[in-house]
């Protein structure tokens, strides 16, 4: 028989200002994780070994498991949250949401893929996705009952409301109390998307701003009543100065990272950017295993 048992110390920020040691203890954790992974052999006489214990306890949220599904298109609707869970994930990132779904417009097509081999060969192994996708371009109000929906389901997995909204304090504090009603567990603020409608100040636009992250950080720790979590952006130069001011001005946690900005190539015969779009493209977003080179 074996066993294994891992049980670390809760992890803290010692360098939190007053003010952000006063928004954590009115939350859930202070700003602590901790989690344990025990492991055993066959039991004697041939009988059956106990399954592991993966839960964890992230900042008061206990998990059957430390996987979480990012925000994204797997975090899209109801019906593919619905599978993760069913699937066994310990957790789900819903796809960022905002007041006003209608001002966000999503091209066809938006994704492309980075293939490994010379020159891109078409038979390559994906070793990269990039993107051109907005966050959701679904009404809040039908996302809203699908949290409520998926919480009265699945009361024992994670549901994280990933946000975003325009630079307006009430727009943010009328967006935390709309989608904390639905009873979700946390939430995720980007700051990170790289095509985020910047001219709106939103995603990147004030992950990459101290200044402005400091503000608008100080508006949704004072409104929130659930762990926070901002979610960094890699297009920066150093990404220490970002996460510092977010969990100086409260948040319990960061989520690292977001997409890289990047162009994926040419199609060489068509010679035109991918993906295309009416001729033409923009900085995308790369993920996958390429970014592990970064």
Known sequence: MASLSFAPQPLTCRNLD??????????????FCNFKLVAGG??????????????????????????VI????PGTNYTVMKRAFDEGWGAVIAKTVSLDAAKVINVTPRYAKLRAGANGSAKGQIIGWENIELISDRPLEIMLQEFKQL???YPDRILIASIMEEYSKSGWEELIDRVEQTGIDALEINFSCPHGMPERKMGAAVGQDCALLEEVCGWINAKATVPVWAKMTPNITDITQPARVALKSGCEGIAAINTIMSVMGINLKTLRPEPCVEGYVTLLGLCADFCHVI
């Open 18 to 31: 007053s003010r952000a040691r006063s928004v954590q203890s009115r939350r859930r954790g202070v700003g």
């Open 42 to 67: 066959g039991g004697e006489n041939g009988s059956a070994a106990a399954e592991p214990d993966l839960s964890v306890t992230v900042n008061g949220l206990k998990m059957p498991n430390p996987f």
């Open 70 to 73: 990012g925000s994204g298109p």
């Open 151 to 153: 919480k009265e389901e």
